[in-house]
């Protein structure tokens, strides 16, 4: 590998700077890598007008760099809420959507109010979705998030709706994941207007970005789907669409990742996301990360790693990489066997200097996975493979 492109992946690999830029801050997602890793890899391995693929997008951090960048994009995740929030992300308002938005967030801080009498929000807070938000913290903010649901009958694109159910969405994620302490009406209203108007910036920002390399929309697609099965899409299943580079980040064996709860002070686990987006979460945990929280099943993982990289090898052309970021439980037993899932794929590992296998290890900064929890694990870390399409 060219020495320059291995420094620009190595420093964007162990960047300990905030998630900034464009429309990377509308949801923080669990497990979500730096743009500066994804940029770094998609300058280094494509031009402009290149296809790019994530397969695992998540918050759909790889989307927006590739658009950004002038490529093509196509991601797909077995979340409905990964899809929902990578395709606001990544789609523009016009002015009347922008001034639907607006009146939203009017009509919603003016509602939100302790003396709304809860009959009048009953059918809303009431959905299953909604449940664990018993907690004295959570309570307020749950009566404030459902009388802004109830104002958004009156938004008249789709658009401009999704686009105010994240705003939302942001804005009960910091009032009630994590945190310690309640939060007020008052200020979950000031937060509503300030992650409003900071996300229709960075959406005008991200089409300024892309208009400098395509005066049309990005070409740009988002999905659910189980990545085993993308090269059974039409627009994959003839071959002739290929990717050029795929940068991704897969479950992590052994390693759990809340993808879709919040925890309400430590104490419950809520999938209020899917409340607040309108999305469906029919699955448990162990859907969305291969495998059981507890670290049961390890063999599974396996399996199912080796059906989607099977999967991902035939949409992607001969020659093209794929750069990834994993960690693992146990790195001893499970890397050589990720990498051994890898070559039977159709995927070579790239040496990143001298003909030696030296990757990039990082520590990961501040991650809400239990084993985070325990002190330095080695899930407290994470690796960076480059193979390439044989």
């Known amino acids: 590998m060219n020495i320059d492109v291995m420094t620009s992946i190595v420093e964007a690999a162990q960047s300990k700077d905030r998630i900034a830029g464009l429309t990377h801050k509308f949801y ?17 391995f494509t031009k402009p007008g290149d296809l790019v693929l994530d397969p695992y997008m998540g918050g759909g951090t790889t989307i ?5 960048g002038g490529r093509r994009a196509f991601g797909s995740d077995l979340n409905q809420l990964s899809v ?8 523009f308002l016009n002015a009347n959507d922008e001034e639907d938005v607006w009146d939203w967030v009017n009509r919603a801080t003016a509602a939100m109010s302790y003396r709304t009498p809860r009959a009048w929000l009953s059918h809303i807070i009431e959905d299953p979705k909604a449940r664990n938000l ?8 749950k009566k404030a998030v459902a009388a802004a649901l109830a104002e958004m009958d009156r938004i008249t694109s789709q658009r401009a709706k999704d686009f105010a159910r994240c705003g939302l969405l942001r804005t009960a994620q910091w009032a009630l994941d994590g945190r310690e302490r309640g939060s ?29 390399h395509t005066p049309d929309m990005p070409n740009c697609t988002v999905m659910e789907i189980n990545a085993a099965h993308l090269h059974k899409m039409p627009m994959f299943s003839t071959g002739a669409v290929k990717a050029d580079l795929v940068v991704t980040s897969p479950p992590y064996p052994g390693v759990h990742v809340l993808y879709h709860r919040w925890q309400i002070k430590g104490r419950r686990e809520t999938p209020a996301p899917y409340w607040i987006t309108g999305c469906n979460d029919g699955q448990g945990a162990s859907y969305y990360n291969f495998g059981d929280r507890h670290g049961v099943g390890i063999e599974k993982y396996f399996s199912v790693s ?12 001969d020659g093209g990489k ?33 003909g030696n ?13 239990h084993a985070a929890l325990k002190g330095r694990t080695h899930s407290s870390r994470e690796v960076v493979l480059v193979h390439e399409a044989v």
């Open 84 to 91: 929902f929030v990578t395709r606001v992300k990544t789609t």
């Open 28 to 44: 923080r997602y669990p497990a979500r890598f730096s743009p500066h890793f994804a940029h770094a890899a998609i300058m280094a």
């Open 357 to 369: 296998h030296n990757r990039i290890w990082r520590d990961v900064p501040s991650r809400k996975w």
């Open 64 to 68: 927006v760099e590739a658009i950004a």
């Open 322 to 354: 794929i750069v990834q970021m994993i960690a693992f439980s146990d790195p001893d037993t499970q890397l050589p066997l990720y990498l051994a899932n890898m070559r039977i794929a159709g995927f070579e590992e790239l040496s990143l200097a001298g």
């Open 134 to 141: 018993t907690l004295p913290i959570a309570r307020p903010v």
């Open 184 to 212: 007020s009406l008052t200020e979950v209203r000031v937060r509503l207007r300030t992650f409003a108007s900071e996300m229709l910036w960075s959406l005008k920002d991200l089409r300024s970005t892309c208009r400098t």
């Open 306 to 317: 080796l059906d989607t990289l099977s999967s991902v090898r035939q949409l992607v052309r």
